[in-house]
């Protein structure tokens, strides 16, 4: 039968440095006869991946949220549909995760989206593995452990750097990580592409025994609360809680079973991917829209909502609804609270002064697997800054700060104008190994320096300090 073949999406992962971006440009760069379309996730401020792949006829489309496996999910959602419009220009499609991410939940997107299982099919996952550096990272990154679990293609990058006992060692201890993966052997990431493209190797039934929980996604909210409301005027009320804002999104029309809620669910991981609207106490929340509702004035705090038509609406929160004491009121009558519980009966005992408005009943309730956290003392410092930098000095810079934090630098790259240099200067590096070579002309372009340090309890303030004295 002449079904549309749907087009084969290879997801490219490794921890920071492991040789990501140059396997990237080998394969852009190859006589493979494919259109590819890029999608690549940056971590930090400054977007350095893009500028850092070489131009080729295929497109790259940079996704710069953060973690690719967290809110970013339904930008990914977003990108490939928009795709979908295009079927024309592209018969794959690479993505590139941030060195950070587990891919987990990435891979789980081509299953949990109706729309993309219709359109795409999952490759496979290929994992670099930086030989030279892997064994500390494993010790102190999880995201590192899944990338290898998670693999159906292990590249062993940076052979060059590693004595072939040790090499064999570590093979070894990878292919107990992970039997089912190939494992490749490689020198900046230069291996045939055959071994990472066209591979049809992701097999969900083997990753469900591995996991079992695979197909239970990460949500960016926590909490689902269902309500029957007429129509008018209501007010949410929170208490203080954790954080000084909680994200919100309010659906219309919401069901109360369990399809109608995964379907809400999915829509509202699309809501999330948007930048959130500030809310302020007394402000009006939008329906359908992603907002951040501040909550760092003391006391209790109100929002307010319109329902234009009466039916079910469902608030998914950032947070457990208990965690804000929220309480949701109709305009009418008065309530207030009773050991816990709310009542608008006159002979009840008034244990706290009145609230206006009739509490409102939760009419169904879902708590969600809220995304996973990243190592809070893991972050990434962004310079960028125009102007030119005196050599003698940068060089200085850059050996004094890898000696000292080369350790708890995961990854640097960027690239810097220096003066006399005609050409961009472009660097990379992981730890305390750095690579840098003159790039492509300057030109008509502004003479930026951008810079991105990703590491462990890292000084920002002075890096950038340090790094502006170096200008000229």
Request: proline letters at 4%; aromatic letters at 8%; charged letters at 30%.
């Amino acid at each position: 039968m002449n079904m549309p073949r749907k087009v084969p999406v290879t997801i490219l992962t490794g921890f920071l440095g492991s040789g990501k971006t140059t396997l990237l440009n080998r394969i852009l760069t190859e006589e493979h006869g494919k259109r590819i379309a890029v999608i690549e996730n940056e971590y930090g401020e400054v977007g350095i991946d893009q500028a850092l792949v070489i131009n080729a006829d295929e497109e790259v489309f940079e996704m710069s949220n953060g973690c690719i496996c967290c809110t970013v999910r339904g930008d990914l959602i977003r990108v490939l549909n928009n795709l979908n419009k295009r079927r024309d220009k592209f018969d794959y499609v690479l993505v590139e995760t941030t060195g950070l991410a587990d891919p987990g939940p990435v891979a789980q997107t081509f299953f949990m989206d109706d729309e993309l299982r219709a359109e795409y099919a999952l490759d496979g996952i290929v994992t670099l593995v930086d030989a030279a550096h892997i064994e500390q990272q494993l010790g102190r990154s999880d995201e590192s452990t899944e990338q290898i679990a998670f693999a159906d293609v292990l590249v062993l990058n940076k052979t060059d750097l590693v004595n072939s006992e040790a090499l064999d060692s570590l093979e070894a201890r990878l292919r107990g990580m992970n039997r089912m993966a190939q494992v490749v052997r490689s020198e900046r990431a230069n291996v045939p592409v055959d071994t990472v493209l066209d591979l049809s190797a992701f097999d969900l039934d083997q990753v469900l025994e591995r996991r079992p929980t695979f197909l239970e996604p990460e949500y960016p909210f926590e909490w689902t609360g269902v309500y029957s409301l007429d129509t008018g005027r209501y007010e949410l009320n929170l208490a203080e809680g954790p954080d000084p804002a909680m994200s919100l999104v309010v659906v219309s029309g919401q069901g109360t079973d369990d399809a109608a809620l995964r379907e809400g669910a999915e829509w509202c991981v699309r809501q999330y991917a948007e930048p959130a609207e500030i809310i302020h106490p007394g402000e009006e929340i939008p329906a359908g829209k992603h907002v951040s509702l501040r909550l760092d004035s003391p006391g209790r705090k109100s929002f307010f909502f319109e329902v234009d038509a009466p039916g079910r609406v469902g608030l998914y929160a950032q947070h457990l609804a208990e965690e804000f004491d929220l309480q949701l009121k109709n305009a009418d009558g008065e309530a207030f609270k009773l050991g816990g519980n709310f009542c608008a009966e006159p002979d009840c005992v008034e244990e706290t002064p009145r609230i206006k408005g009739a509490l409102v009943p939760v009419e169904a309730e879902r708590t969600w697997v809220a995304q996973h956290e990243h190592d809070d003392e893991v972050g990434s410092i962004s310079i960028e800054v125009d102007g030119d930098c005196d050599p003698q000095k940068l060089n200085g810079w850059l050996s004094k700060l890898l000696s000292e934090r080369g350790v708890d630098i995961f990854r640097m790259k960027g690239f810097i104008s220096v003066a006399g240099e005609s050409r961009r200067f472009v660097f990379q590096g992981v730890h305390m190994l750095f690579d840098g070579q003159p790039d492509r002309e300057w030109g008509d372009a502004p003479r930026r320096n951008q810079l991105v340090f990703i590491g462990r309890n890292l000084d920002g303030q002075s890096m950038r300090e340090e790094f502006e004295a170096c200008l000229i």
